[in-house]
């Protein structure tokens, strides 16, 4: 038995005391081990009920107030003895996992037996075990703080023995979920499902679940988009209450709504995207300035979307809730129902719509002068493709004749794109000369066909403007400093600049600017490459060893465009970033111009608070990152099924990448990456040198690194995990 020195006071107040929380946490702290509650009680000489249920209570207060950890194996541990530390679990095929941890620069190892007690996606808190030499840290798992309750999708299965059990599609779920026998029995042996599993892994315990949804049995390319919608917990349905908020929107602009609204319907705005584009945000229009200036003034009108949208309604919170609109080969997930994103706030031909607008006054070299904000209405006199625009730039009769009344307006565009181009406006940052594939479906909504989409000087001009849009927003919502998001791109960490240089010394290139290259750097670097045959492989090793962009209400900056503060204003149809900036713009031009806004009460000191932002810009940041990666699941099932007809073919391809197991190949003719399996290279035993990012062979001492020309042959194709695999046929 041990002496609490607290045991005194503890007398005082208790008719039956027990160890005080300062004894039991210094006890705790010498303890390397975890500790059950019976160890406790024998420890300290504590045998009657009473006082069991006085030290059980004590210890769920201790827990409470964070002086004790308790375990999922109900157990305690004091958290300065041990490295604690909260992450999220990343589960892998093989069963183990790792931890992902904000704050530490590796992932740490989850071993198969820790993975008994969580899943991928579960937030947990562990302890590190710091492991000796090169090998990584691992963790141990100690609490489960949030679980992943997404829906789970499948394969249905039935075993000889007639039990039912699926095995998920996302390899990260490396087990069988065991599904209860009140489960009907129409489904047919190998149907993709959706499952909602019964409780969390207790370990040793088998996972059960329910089957709450049918999704089919033969892979499409809409099958394969409902998959990524349940993979990734994608809001795609409109509830009762968006329905019944519609129903009081009116189908119409009236003239009503034209109300402190300056009218624009005279200026011949045009809409310019791609061919295939759903909903139109943004119109623009420019005009040199009058014989006694020099320079341009240019309009860009993006559609008033938070005149519909108002803040706290049930259509309000769903499209925070999205976040952003979703972009499949075949559908489209929008943040907003089609009667605002693709009619309302639309800005469609001929047809009159409320904007917010940003005019902005250049200078004769396209420099941002001024610019100001205020609603209006406006009238498309046009809806053109970058293609259009820029065959009409370079003297195509059939399209010039066609539009023969707006020829005037849109040469003006191609007299300010010229300047754009020769003054590098807006390209002052790391501009990326991009080749993106564009993949021509059949009427199964599968490929058909891919080509390269070369992006043409209207994709540039267009850009162009909606960066001096952006600029201008940002420079007046930073002027009144109300909380907004900033769109954020940090400096790339000093690790990925080190070995983004050791990739650039293998191909001869210099990165400037010391340890702390700026982004006028990093654009003379891919100046000087731009001839060279690697120079797309340069733009995609840079781009990886960037930071992503996140929205935040602190201003950090926009590193990539080599830019002090940066917002998003001219997509609201689609990004929920751009709709808050509307709404806090509106709320500054009411409350320091004195100009009547519409539609609001901005009686209000600030619209949000920093802590709101935050919250909103991180929620933000995430369903930017998930519609990326639920997109990018279905484009690669879909070069999977188009590949799976190329078994056997013999194709020319680049390496893009090497790693310790491998190279992945990009082939030519169709813009679509497979792996070189190490093992498939059979003349010699190769190691991975991760440094120079290539294959050695330790006999021959070949070399397999990054832009090296080979050709491949296509061996197989794993539709499930979309993977595609190669095998080396010919290297130069």
């Known amino acids: 038995m041990v002496v609490d020195p607290y045991q005194k006071r503890e007398a005082n107040k208790?008719?039956?005391?027990?160890?005080?929380?300062?004894?039991?946490?210094?006890?705790?702290?010498?303890?390397?081990?975890?500790?059950?509650?019976?160890?406790?009680?024998?420890?300290?000489?504590?045998?009657?009920?009473e006082e069991k249920k006085a030290l059980r209570r004590r210890l769920r207060a201790m827990e409470r107030d964070g002086q004790v950890i308790y375990t999922r194996n109900r157990c305690y541990i004091a958290p300065e003895s041990i490295k604690v530390v909260k992450g999220k679990v990343i589960g892998h095929r093989d069963g183990y996992g790792f931890l992902r941890v904000e704050t530490l620069k590796d992932d740490l190892w989850l071993s198969s037996e820790q993975m008994k007690s969580c899943i991928h996606g579960d937030i947990i808190l562990a302890h590190i075990i710091n492991a000796n030499g090169k090998r990584r840290s691992s963790a141990r798992f100690l609490k489960l703080l949030q679980?992943?309750?997404?829906?789970?999708?499948?394969?249905?299965?039935?075993?000889?023995?007639?039990?039912?059990?699926v095995i998920p599609d996302d390899v990260r779920f490396s087990f069988k979920i065991f599904i209860f026998s009140d489960t009907r029995d129409d489904i047919s042996i190998g149907s993709i499902v959706v499952v909602k599993l019964k409780q969390h892994p207790i370990r040793n315990n088998k996972i059960?679940?329910?089957?709450?949804?049918?999704?089919?049995?033969?892979?499409?390319?809409?099958?394969?988009?409902?998959?990524?919608?349940?993979?990734?917990?994608?809001?795609?349905?409109?509830?009762?209450?968006?329905?019944?908020q519609l129903c009081n929107i009116s189908n119409k602009v009236t003239q009503c709504d034209f109300k402190n609204r300056i009218d624009l319907r005279h200026l011949p705005f045009f809409t310019i995207d791609d061919e295939d584009a759903r909903d139109f945000d943004d119109a623009i229009f420019c005009q040199r300035k009058e014989e006694l200036e020099e320079g341009w003034h240019l309009w860009v009108a993006v559609s008033d979307v938070s005149f519909y949208i108002q803040p706290n309604t049930p259509l309000d919170k769903e499209a925070l809730e999205r976040g952003t609109s979703i972009y499949f080969p075949s559908s489209v997930i929008p943040m907003l129902p089609e009667k605002i994103s693709t009619d309302l706030c639309s800005l469609n031909p001929y047809v009159e719509r409320l904007c917010l607008i940003c005019e902005m006054s250049l200078s004769n070299t396209g420099e941002l002068i001024s610019y100001k904000h205020y609603e209006a209405v406006i009238c498309s006199h046009g809806r053109f493709t970058y293609d259009e625009i820029f065959k009409i730039w370079n003297g195509d009769i059939f399209l010039r004749s066609?539009?023969?009344?707006?020829?005037?307006?849109?040469?003006?565009?191609?007299?300010?794109?010229?300047?754009?181009?020769?003054?590098?406006?807006?390209?002052?940052?790391?501009y990326f000369e991009s080749i993106e594939p564009k993949f021509i479906l059949d009427s199964n909504s599968r490929i058909e066909n891919i080509y390269q989409n070369v992006r043409n000087d209207a994709h540039k001009f267009i850009e162009s403007c909606m960066i001096l849009a952006n600029i201008a927003s940002a420079y007046f919502v930073e002027k009144y400093k109300h909380p907004v998001l900033f769109r954020n791109h940090d400096r790339p960490k000093k690790d990925n600049i080190v070995s983004f240089r050791l990739f650039l010394n293998e191909l001869g290139l210099t990165l400037l600017g010391g340890d702390v290259p700026e982004s006028a750097h990093y654009s003379t670097l891919l100046k000087n490459a731009s001839n060279r045959p690697e120079y797309e492989m340069i733009q995609t090793i840079l781009l990886r060893s960037m930071k992503q962009a996140v929205y935040s209400p602190d201003n950090r900056g926009h590193f990539g465009l080599s830019l002090s503060s940066y917002v998003h204003f001219t997509s609201p149809i689609r990004r929920y970033?751009?709709?808050?900036?509307?709404?806090?713009?509106?709320?500054?031009?009411?409350?320091?111009?004195?100009?009547?806004?519409?539609?609001?009460?901005?009686?209000?000191?600030?619209?949000?608070?920093?802590?709101?932002?935050?919250?909103?810009?991180?929620?933000?940041?995430l369903t930017e990152r998930r519609a990326d990666e639920a997109s990018r699941d279905v484009f690669d099932w879909l070069k999977c099924d188009f590949m799976y007809k190329k078994i056997g073919y013999i194709l020319n391809g680049v390496i893009s990448n090497v790693t310790s197991f491998g190279f992945f190949v990009r082939l030519n003719q169709f813009f679509i990456d497979g792996l070189v399996h190490i093992a498939s290279l059979n003349d010699d035993y190769y190691y991975f040198d991760s440094l120079g990012m290539k294959l050695i062979g330790k006999s021959s001492k070949n070399i397999y690194c990054l832009g090296d020309a080979l050709q491949v042959k296509v061996i197989s194709v794993n539709l499930h995990e979309r993977k595609i695999e190669l095998s080396l046929y010919k290297s130069y």
């Open 577 to 621: 970033p751009d709709l808050i900036l509307h709404r806090v713009i509106k709320h500054l031009l009411s409350k320091h111009k004195n100009i009547s806004v519409n539609n609001y009460n901005f009686c209000n000191s600030s619209l949000y608070s920093i802590s709101e932002m935050k919250k909103i810009g991180a929620h933000c940041s």
């Open 208 to 244: 059960q679940g329910f089957i709450v949804e049918i999704l089919g049995k033969e892979m499409g390319t809409n099958l394969a988009v409902e998959i990524a919608l349940r993979t990734h917990s994608i809001p795609f349905s409109w509830s009762k209450e968006i329905t019944k």
């Open 14 to 49: 208790y008719k039956n005391p027990i160890p005080s929380r300062e004894y039991i946490s210094s006890w705790l702290s010498k303890c390397e081990d975890l500790i059950s509650q019976k160890y406790l009680e024998k420890k300290f000489g504590i045998n009657n009920q």
């Open 402 to 430: 066609k539009y023969k009344k707006f020829l005037k307006e849109i040469e003006n565009l191609s007299y300010l794109q010229k300047i754009f181009n020769q003054n590098n406006i807006a390209k002052k940052g790391i």
């Open 147 to 165: 679980p992943n309750n997404i829906l789970i999708v499948g394969r249905y299965y039935i075993n000889s023995k007639k039990i039912r059990f």
